[in-house]
């Protein structure tokens, strides 16, 4: 029988090892200071409203009732995400350390609105570069009509 190991401590030991570089951040590399200082602050959140509850426990509706909790707080959406993300990488640790089967974070999406497509980024500059071409082509008509209007005076 499975153990019940508290979501605060696991935490705790997620960035134990990040700090010592037992697991790697991003590009399998070790985590950076300022990558640590990000992950602590992102996860106080999480262990001061969920880290009582058992790893395996914790369900989707109770990290959805932290992000609105925080959001109502007035947490800026891009530090929603970023805890999201944090919480992320300590499931997948847990995962791995076989604690729990799966990720309460499946199916959750980071609140994080993320740049448009390249598809919609290109469209916009196709509409902007064509209300620029109309108004550079009805200047320079004005500019010629200008022109005629004088020599024929």
């Not at 499975?2 to 590399?29: H, K, N």
């Amino acid at each position: 029988m499975r153990s019940v190991q508290q979501l605060g401590a696991v935490i705790a030991e997620f960035l134990g090892d990040a700090e010592t570089g037992a697991i790697p951040g991003a590009g399998a590399r070790p985590y950076t200071l300022a990558e640590l200082r990000e992950l602590r602050g992102a996860l106080i959140h999480v262990s001061s409203e969920l880290g009582e509850l058992d790893v395996a426990a914790v369900q989707s509706r109770d990290v959805r009732g932290l992000v609105d909790q925080l959001r109502a707080a007035g947490l800026p959406e891009r530090r929603l995400g970023s805890i999201l993300d944090a919480l992320r990488r300590v499931y997948a640790y847990a995962v791995g350390r076989g604690l729990v089967t799966s990720s309460p974070l499946v199916g959750l999406t980071s609140p994080v609105h993320e740049a448009p497509s390249p598809t919609t980024a290109m469209l916009e500059f196709g509409e902007r570069l064509a209300a620029w071409t109309a108004r550079l082509m009805v200047m320079a008509f004005v500019v010629v009509a200008v022109g005629v209007a004088i020599a024929l005076v």
